[in-house]
């Protein structure tokens, strides 16, 4: 089983940059693909971008697509989210999450609050 802890977040003014950490332990971390989600107050979890195992391929959501970049380091065991260009609508608490041989979203972290000031 891996754990995840993530890390970065805070408070931005928006147009502001933030990066976010998430740091994994446990079992081979370059056989999870790997993902950030956030959720909103009010609002359900939603999916904002995904990368495989070896990093080749990437998803994104439509809302962050051009802002935001995802990227790991798997000698690290860490997977990283670059967030430009922030929008008070990208408030939420983020969460990275790990899918394992593709048997689904099976391991979350705890979460971090990112907060963007209008």
């Not at 697509?65 to 939420?92: C, H, W």
């Not at 391991?107 to 963007?116: C, F, N, S």
Request: net charge positive; charged share 15%.
């Amino acid at each position: 089983q891996v754990q995840l802890v993530e890390s970065g977040g805070g408070l931005v003014q928006a147009g502001g940059s933030l990066r976010l950490s998430c740091a994994a332990s446990g079992r081979t971390f370059s056989s999870y693909s790997m993902g950030w989600f956030r959720q909103a107050p009010g609002k359900a979890r939603e999916f904002v971008t995904a990368i495989s195992g070896s990093g080749t391929n990437i998803y994104y959501a439509d809302s962050v697509k051009g802002r935001f970049t995802i990227s790991r380091d798997n000698a690290k065991n860490t997977v990283y989210l670059q967030m430009d260009s922030l929008k008070p609508e990208d408030t939420a608490i983020y969460y990275c999450a790990g899918n394992e041989r593709d048997t689904g979203w099976n391991y979350w972290g705890q979460g971090t609050q990112v907060t963007v000031s209008s």
